[in-house]
């Protein structure tokens, strides 16, 4: 019995606060002379600043020509002449197509004599009506005749006109559509010219960004033939309605193209920038979830590690925004979080990172 007692008193004294003072002694006692604390966990940190960010709305949309128009006659004739070759790039007012005039222009021949015949006339009626020689009434027919041959000379040169097919502005041509000798009739083809100086891009978004959406917003846009070269412009027109079907509205951008890259009728990839404003980015790695909950790890001046909880606005590729729970300047790690714990001692990696590049 009293051997039972002191095995139980001897537990005890194992298991209490001081039982184990004497055990952590006795361990400690056993360690080699000179032993080392294990080294900090060395870790990849980036240095939280301040960037330039926006609200992206991503859409597709279908390139225009900033004019465009399909060069046709507006009266039967026939062609005899050419003066322009494909694609190429002319002035408004620059003779294209000269179709067949000759009756016209022989007929404005012979209105011009009669002009200069009643202009003569009228000269010498009004210096004897100034003697009483004539009466008022020669006078004012020869007037009247010399306004008719005005007036029939300006009809003759319209028709001329409508036979001399010119540039409507500035643009580049297509393909040539008729030859000489060919007779063409109103709505017939002849060409086509396109002012590519700048091009409309047209896209379509969702409603519901309305009240974001406003003349002025930058855009990036992005085509399959150039690969990933980034296209500048900006939000030109906001459509007035609503698609009923797509419940989306059509936008107009409009994007410089003084080195005549892009054409009519590309499919491009659009994104909207809205909102500008400054914010902190920080990379995605850096985020520790938990549950609906997000942290990040920082290091302190002191090489601690400190969990803290932060709320994450606007994500873009590889980076995410924190809108509250950071500061700038500290540094939250990237590398290493599954590794370290708070009050942790860490080593730093390599120094802050630099940004990502930004699409």
Excluded: C
Excluded at 221 to 239: L, N, P, Q
Excluded at 251 to 279: D, F, H, K
Excluded at 287 to 302: E, M, N, S
Excluded at 305 to 328: A, N, Y
Aim: glycine share 8%.
């Amino acid at each position: 019995m009293k051997k039972n007692t002191f095995l139980i008193l001897l537990l005890l004294a194992v298991l209490l606060p001081g039982g184990l003072l004497l055990r952590s002694h006795l361990n400690s006692a056993t360690m080699p002379a000179g032993s080392k604390p294990p080294p900090a966990t060395p870790v990849t940190v980036f240095e939280v600043q301040p960037q330039a960010v926006f609200d992206r709305i991503e859409a597709l949309g279908t390139t225009l020509a900033n004019e465009s128009a399909q060069v046709t006659a507006a009266v039967t004739e026939k062609v005899v002449a050419v003066h322009f070759e494909d694609g190429q790039r002319v002035q408004a007012g620059e003779l294209l197509i000269t179709l067949q005039q000759n009756e016209e222009r022989a007929q404005r021949a012979a209105a011009l004599e009669q002009l200069a015949e009643n202009q003569r006339e009228l000269k010498r009626l009004e210096t004897l009506l100034k003697e009483d020689v004539v009466p008022q009434r020669d006078y004012d027919e020869r007037l009247t005749l010399l306004n008719v041959t005005r007036q029939r000379i300006r009809e003759i040169e319209a028709r001329i006109s409508d036979r001399t097919i010119r540039a409507p502005f500035d643009g580049f041509l297509g393909l040539r559509q008729v030859s000489v000798g060919a007779l063409v009739e109103p709505g017939d083809l002849i060409t086509t010219i396109d002012d590519l100086s700048r091009i409309k891009l047209d896209f379509n978004v969702p409603a519901t960004y309305l009240s974001v959406l406003q003349p002025g917003s930058s855009i990036h846009a992005y085509s399959a033939g150039w690969g990933d070269e980034r296209f500048e412009g900006t939000v030109a027109t906001i459509g007035t309605r609503i698609d009923p079907e797509t419940r989306s509205v059509l936008i107009r951008a409009i994007i410089p193209n003084r080195e005549m890259r892009l054409r009519p009728g590309l499919l491009m990839t659009v994104q909207l920038l809205n909102r500008q404003r400054e914010a902190l980015m920080i990379p995605e790695e850096a985020l520790v979830p938990v549950q609906r909950r997000h942290y990040v790890l920082t290091v302190g001046a002191d090489l601690t590690v400190e969990r803290k909880p932060v709320i994450i606005g606007q994500r873009q590729p590889g980076m995410v925004e924190v809108t509250q729970g950071l500061s700038p300047g500290e540094r939250v790690i990237v590398r290493g979080t599954t590794r370290v714990q708070p009050g942790q001692k860490v080593s730093i990696k390599g120094g802050s990172e630099p940004l990502p590049a930004k699409g």
